[in-house]
C-alpha cells in the first residue's frame, strides 16, 4: 500500500518560514493537498490540487509538488499557525494521509 | 454555509454495531462525493471509506472492509455508515466530508465536527 511520510514536528519563530515536507514514492505523479487541524477542531483544507488555495485561505500559505516530495510553506507564520498539517493523496482508490506534523510557533 | 453534522456516535461493546448518519446542507448533496474519515484519540487522519455521488462507487481502507457499510439518500441529504463487528481499534472521531475527486486529484474540503465511537466492554 502507498505511504506518506512527515518530519512529526517543526519548529518555527513568529513571522519567518516553516516548511512542512511530505515523502511518497512518486508523489509529484499525484497530487497532494493539505488539512490543518487545530486541538479540539475539525481539519480545515488549506492547500488542494499541490498548490491552490481554497477560498478564505490566507496567501502565506503556499504548496509545491515534485519528485517524491510535496512541499507545504507558511511564509510569515503567526501564532494562529500552529496546528498539525496532515498531507493527502489519492492512489489504488483510496485516500492515503500523512503521519502528520505539528507546527510549534515559538 | 456549507454544513456536515455527524450522529450517532457513543459507546459500543466489542463485536457490536453502531450506524452513524451525516446531515448534509448548504449545498446540492446529490452533486458531490462524500468521506468518511476517523481519527483514534491522540492519533493521525485515517481515511475510512468514499461514495460517489450517485453511489456508483463505493471504495473503503483495508481496515474496514467488509465489515463497515457506506450509504447515502441524496433525497434525504443524508450520508450513513452501518458499523458491524466493531473492534476496539475502531475507537476514534469520525468525520464526514464533502469531496472532490476527479483524474486522481481527490480531497475533502468542507468537515463535519465529527461524532466519537467508543468500542469498549
Known amino acids: 500500500s502507498y505511504e506518506l511520510t512527515q518530519p512529526p514536528s517543526v519548529s518555527v519563530s513568529p513571522g519567518q518560514t516553516a516548511s512542512i515536507t511530505c515523502s511518497g514514492d512518486k508523489l509529484g505523479d499525484k497530487f497532494a493537498c493539505w488539512y490543518q487541524q487545530k486541538p479540539g477542531q475539525s481539519p480545515v483544507l488549506v492547500i488542494y490540487?499541490?498548490?491552490k488555495r481554497p477560498s478564505g485561505i490566507p496567501e502565506r500559505f503556499s504548496g509545491s509538488n515534485s519528485g517524491n516530495t510535496a512541499t507545504l510553506t507558511i511564509s510569515g507564520t503567526q501564532a494562529m499557525d500552529e496546528a498539525d498539517y496532515y498531507c493527502?493523496?489519492?492512489?489504488?482508490?483510496?485516500?492515503?494521509f500523512g503521519p502528520g506534523t505539528k507546527v510549534t510557533v515559538l | 454555509e456549507v454544513q456536515l453534522v455527524e450522529s450517532g456516535g457513543g459507546l459500543v461493546q466489542p463485536g457490536g454495531s453502531l450506524r452513524l448518519s451525516c446531515a448534509a446542507s448548504?449545498?446540492?448533496?446529490?452533486?458531490?462525493?462524500i468521506n468518511w474519515v476517523r481519527q483514534a484519540p491522540g492519533k493521525g487522519l485515517e481515511w475510512v471509506s468514499y461514495i460517489s455521488s450517485s453511489s456508483s462507487t463505493i471504495y473503503y481502507a483495508d481496515s474496514v472492509k467488509g465489515r463497515f457499510t457506506i450509504s447515502r439518500d441524496n433525497a434525504k441529504n443524508s450520508l450513513y455508515l452501518q458499523m458491524n463487528s466493531l473492534r476496539a481499534e475502531d475507537t476514534a472521531v469520525y468525520y464526514c466530508?464533502?469531496?472532490?475527486?476527479?483524474?486522481?486529484?481527490?480531497?475533502?474540503?468542507?468537515w463535519g465536527q465529527g461524532t466519537l465511537v467508543t468500542v469498549s466492554s
Open positions: 448548504g449545498f446540492t448533496f446529490s452533486s458531490y462525493s
Open positions: 493527502q493523496a489519492w492512489d489504488s482508490s483510496t485516500y492515503v
Open positions: 466530508a464533502r469531496g472532490y475527486c476527479g483524474g486522481g486529484n481527490c480531497y475533502s474540503d468542507y
Open positions: 490540487q499541490d498548490s
